[in-house]
């Protein structure tokens, strides 16, 4: 299987095209937007040189699983999900925040807990926690949406205050958060899954608010193994997790973070391999489905047609 790590269409009316970390995006008519989740990969803001087998399917197939699910909730950006590589979708008008949720100590808040802060994002936490515990209950730690360079923390009063978003829009994003990430919990425990920690994304058409981007994927998200967990907080051991850390840890481990200087660690065929292993691993465990690899001779192509095919009905429906 040939890993895609990158595309160069040109579809009808086509209006734009980003390339962004893991995705190519192209603007239809400056109405739609076709998402192609590649097989890109990236850790530490840095994109890997080589790309991963079948993680663009996942990602694209997890989130779908979960925008679905989730449309009684609010609305969603999605018009169709035309191959298992692609989303299209409406374009929304993206809020600047990202609406990260956290219901346990873990990384970036265990991090900034751990240096001896107890507010974060204006959010006071109680003394005597240790990582990975439960919060007393989920708290929500925003970050702008920065465009380039690293989002960054910013409280509710900041974003209100500096006008960022409206009273009325944040108290309703704040709403669906705790809506999303209560229903994302529910999901995972069916699985035998906690849903540590995880980030929203929204945007605006008119004066309705959409649900945009990806949800509860590993690579959004943070989930532990339920079975073990009191017994592994009781004996301070670290929390078995699901999520896109074993690639950072590898990283690590061979003296990447990211860093002026550093270089990415030779990623060998083996470590391809296990890694693509990996991402399968994690979307049969996050969805109980079991993954279908689609192995068609040539990815590329396909994906063009298929979204061909996508963009010239809802053109021809307008």
């Not at 008119?206 to 949800?215: F, Q």
Request: hydrophobic fraction near 40%.
């Amino acid at each position: 299987m040939k890993a895609i790590k990158e595309t160069n269409f040109n579809f009808p009316k086509q209006s734009n095209f980003y390339k962004g970390k893991v995705r190519d995006v192209y603007t239809i008519d400056n109405r739609f937007m076709a998402m192609v989740v590649t097989d890109r990969i990236s850790a530490f803001d840095v994109v890997l040189p080589e790309a991963i087998p079948f993680k663009g399917q996942v990602l694209n197939q997890i989130a779908a699983k979960f925008l679905a699910a989730t449309q009684d909730i609010l609305p969603n950006w999605v018009i169709r999900v035309p191959d298992e590589m692609v989303t299209v979708g409406r374009i929304c008008e993206p809020f600047k925040v990202e609406m990260v949720i956290r219901g346990y100590l873990a990384g970036h808040a265990w991090r900034e807990y751990s240096a001896g802060r107890r507010s974060i994002c204006g959010v006071t936490m109680p003394e005597g926690l240790t990582e990975n515990d439960k919060l007393p209950e989920p708290i929500l730690t925003p970050t702008t949406k920065a465009a380039v360079g690293h989002d960054e923390d910013i409280s509710r009063e900041d974003i209100l205050a500096k006008g960022i978003v409206s009273l009325e829009d944040y108290t309703q994003l704040e709403a669906f958060t705790r809506a999303l990430y209560q229903r994302g919990t529910e999901m995972a425990a069916e699985r035998g899954l906690i849903l540590v920690d995880t980030k929203y994304e929204f945007g605006k058409v008119g004066d309705t608010i959409y649900l945009i981007d990806e949800i509860h994927t590993p690579d959004s998200s943070r989930y532990f193994y339920a079975d073990g967990y009191e017994q592994r907080q009781a004996n301070q051991e670290p929390q078995k997790q699901l999520s896109k850390e074993f690639v950072r840890k590898w990283l690590i481990e061979n003296g990447f973070q990211g860093k002026d200087g550093q270089q990415v660690p030779q990623m060998t065929p083996e470590i391809i391999a296990s890694i693509s292993a990996r991402y399968i691993e994690l979307y049969e465990q996050i969805t109980g489905d079991k993954f279908i690899k689609n192995e068609a001779a040539d990815v590329v192509n396909r994906i063009e047609q298929n979204v061909l095919t996508c963009v010239n009905e809802l053109l021809a429906a307008e």
